[in-house]
């Protein structure tokens, strides 16, 4: 099986018959994605629903069109790296890697229960495609330093992904990792922030203000793009963008919108952990659904 490639940049504007294609597959994919997360939360009755469906669309993106990776072979030596080092995200890390082709849709009914590899929480020990343990935040970065060090030195072209949150930027071992990244000159280190503005106290900025995000990333030597990371094209093109990018690490800051694209969950007000009555998971697909049918389509328009 050969692996899938990401993409390289174009020399001039693709067709607008492809670009159309990609796009709306990747609507599609991260429709799916969303309603992976819901079948799976229902199993528990409540969970890390809403970061879930907020980060759909990053991670059909990533998995669908930017990892090199084989999704039969998830311990590929020559693969990329995609490190969740927010270890609550699990289950829609399982989503992504259901619709990749990494797990079998058919074992996401197992999520959480006794004895299943898709623990709540993130453990690579259990699950294939899981690449580190989460659980205690502010890790993830560091870990990603240090294996894209070591991948440097075996001469390897693996690039280096790692999803954290706006809430982790409270961690001063973020911020060293950030520095010691960039000290080395990694460029084969790609950060996404998610930055969803609630973490388990309250609202981000309430709890520890961290804007301006963009300027304080730039000051410690990264190269930042900022996005809608609800917004396929916008990630599209900010992705396409960071394939050319040399001399530094990377950070794709996103904001994104808890429970998105299920109008009842992103309108709760405590909707870090969610819970979800009985009669309501229905009404959340048929509302993922609808909104789903509704949205615009890309009719062949080129960037």
């Avoid at 067709?15 to 799976?40: C, E, G, Q």
């Avoid at 929480?121 to 259990?126: D, E, K, L, T």
């Avoid at 203000?209 to 809608?228: I, S």
Wanted: aromatic share 6%; hydrophobic share 40%.
């Amino acid at each position: 099986m050969k692996p899938t490639q990401a993409l390289a940049p174009a020399a001039s504007p693709a067709p607008a018959t492809s670009y159309t294609r990609r796009v709306n597959a990747l609507k599609d994919s991260a429709h799916r994605i969303r309603m992976h997360a819901l079948d799976m939360g229902e199993a528990q009755g409540q969970g890390y629903i809403g970061q879930a469906l907020g980060v759909a669309d990053i991670l059909a993106v990533v998995y669908q069109d930017v990892l090199n990776h084989r999704p039969a072979e998830p311990d590929w030596p020559r693969r990329d790296r995609f490190l969740l080092s927010i270890g609550h995200y699990a289950i829609a890390l399982y989503a992504a890697l259901a619709e990749a082709g990494v797990l079998d849709v058919g074992e996401l009914a197992t999520y959480g229960s006794d004895d299943s590899r898709l623990p709540m929480s993130g453990m690579a020990s259990y699950t294939p495609g899981m690449e580190i343990s989460g659980g205690s935040l502010g890790h993830g970065l560091g870990v990603a330093t240090g294996m894209a060090l070591g991948l440097r030195h075996q001469g390897s072209d693996a690039h280096v992904y790692t999803l954290l949150s706006d809430g982790e930027l409270d961690e001063g071992s973020t911020w060293e990792a950030a520095l010691a990244c960039a000290h080395h000159g990694l460029d084969n280190v790609t950060a996404i922030v998610d930055v969803n503005a609630l973490q388990a106290d309250g609202p981000t900025k309430g709890v520890l203000r961290t804007e301006p995000v963009t300027a304080k990333w730039e000051a410690f030597g990264w190269h930042a793009l900022r996005v809608d990371g609800n917004d396929i094209e916008a990630l599209l093109a900010a992705f396409d963008a960071l394939r050319g990018h040399r001399g530094s690490p990377a950070v794709l800051i996103c904001d994104t919108r808890i429970g998105r694209g299920v109008p009842m969950l992103e309108s709760r007000e405590k909707a870090h952990f969610l819970r979800v009555e009985e009669d309501e998971w229905q009404q959340a697909r048929d509302q993922l659904r609808q909104g789903h049918r509704t949205a615009p389509r890309n009719e062949g328009t080129a960037r």
